[in-house]
């Protein structure tokens, strides 16, 4: 498993049930963090830490525009897209294809929603 896993999220609701359910799943390796992605990211890189893995969950506006640069500088081996809205989806691999050595390994869309037009749609990217 992981050594330290980061939650990035805006909302002190999501993160506070977060907690609860890695309290509930014996998982003392989750550090909750409130905070923007993109003054997080920024923060992270300053302090020269490294990741091996990110999952990305934006809300349906997509990948907030300052944060994709500093995305693609982790240098990840592998990102996870989770993405609820194809157009920003489409939108953000286009940024990240063209501005990286990435290219999609795989596409799996999840009915999550039955007999409605939403779709959630995962995507892994590994580095070339």
């Known amino acids: 498993g992981a050594k330290k896993v980061y939650s990035i999220e805006l909302s002190t609701q999501a993160s506070e049930d977060g907690k609860k359910n890695a309290k509930t799943n014996s998982l003392n390796n989750i550090e909750f963090i409130n ?46 897209y989770v993405s609820c809205n194809p157009a920003t989806l489409s939108r953000d691999l286009g940024f990240i294809i063209q501005n990286s050595d990435y290219k999609i390994e795989t596409v799996v869309p999840v009915d999550m929603f039955p007999h409605t037009h939403h779709i959630e749609t995962i995507v892994s990217l590994i580095r070339k």
């Open 35 to 80: 905070s923007k992605v993109e003054d997080f990211l920024t923060k992270y890189l300053e302090e020269k830490k490294k990741a091996d893995l990110l999952i990305i969950d934006p809300p349906r506006a997509g990948i907030n525009p300052k944060a994709l640069p500093n995305i693609l500088k982790f240098k990840t081996n592998q990102i996870i």
